[in-house]
């Protein structure tokens, strides 16, 4: 069965930074696909980023360079930098297992996501 846990949501103002955090509990972050969505309030959940098992990555359009998907093998966790918060940025961010393997991966193809963790972006 598939177990992520997220965390590192917060409240940041318009400007800021946060740094997310999902580790799996059930297997290895680098064997699979994973990525981060959004959903924000009143809208429909979206993907942000996703990264392969080789270490490839991919971005929504929105992202536009503020977002840095990472992870650490040696912690068994991947990781979601937001820089350049804005308050469109707010909601529930989820780390997802995606569709893709070792080579690619689908920002929008979450097959997988855990509970999520809260954002939010206001002055």
């Known amino acids: 069965q598939l177990q992520v846990v997220e965390s590192g949501g917060g409240l940041v103002q318009p400007g800021g930074s946060l740094r997310l955090s999902c580790v799996p509990s059930?297997?290895?972050?680098?064997?699979?696909?994973m990525g981060w969505l959004r959903q924000a309030p009143g809208k429909e959940r979206e993907g942000v980023s996703c990264?392969?098992?080789?270490?490839?990555?991919k971005y929504a359009d929105f992202v536009k360079g503020r977002f840095t998907i990472s992870r650490d093998t040696a912690k068994n966790t991947m990781y979601l930098q937001l820089n350049s918060l804005k308050p469109e940025d707010s909601g529930v961010y989820y780390c997802?297992?995606?569709?893709?393997?070792?080579?690619?991966?689908?920002?929008?193809?979450?097959?997988?996501w855990g509970k999520g963790t809260l954002v939010t972006v206001s002055s």
């Open positions: 997802a297992v995606v569709r893709g393997g070792v080579r690619h991966c689908v920002v929008d193809g979450a097959d997988y």
């Open positions: 059930t297997f290895n972050v680098d064997s699979r696909a």
């Open positions: 990264m392969s098992g080789n270490g490839n990555t």
